[in-house]
């Protein structure tokens, strides 16, 4: 099981950037998927989650909608867009994936696989 994130880096305050997690060495669409950060200092954070079949998704900030996730089973890519960046989105973004067919979770110990992470830092 491998799970690749890219698309980090710097962004300005308000800007938006995608966030990619490529999987490979499993049945993908047998698996929910999360995102979850670290900022320096802090634990992990679920951000935002979708099931196996890209059906329900859910979003830490579900009102504001700065968080969107989306998947495509054919190219076993689940795709992060983050809007209105602030520096309190500066961390490490991490994809994680789950064995089920179920509701995902944003709780990060539901989560058996991980990536490396990929940093996204917000400055002027």
């Known amino acids: 099981v491998q799970l690749v994130e890219s698309g980090g880096g710097l962004v300005q305050p308000g800007g938006s950037l995608r966030l990619s997690c490529a999987a490979s060495?499993?049945?993908?669409?047998?698996?929910?998927i999360g995102w979850v950060r670290q900022a320096p200092g802090k634990g992990r954070e679920g951000v935002s989650c979708?099931?196996?079949?890209?059906?329900?998704?859910v979003s830490v900030d579900s009102g504001n909608g700065r968080f969107t996730i989306s998947r495509d089973n054919a190219k076993n890519t689940v795709y992060l867009r983050i809007d209105s960046l602030s520096p309190e989105d500066t961390a490490v973004y991490y994809c994680?994936?789950?064995?089920?067919?179920?509701?995902?979770?944003?709780?990060?110990?539901?989560?058996?696989?991980w990536g490396q992470g990929t940093q996204v830092t917000v400055s002027s």
């Open positions: 060495g499993f049945t993908f669409s047998g698996f929910s």
């Open positions: 979708i099931d196996s079949r890209g059906s329900t998704m």
């Open positions: 994680a994936g789950r064995p089920t067919r179920s509701l995902c979770s944003l709780e990060s110990s539901r989560y058996d696989y």
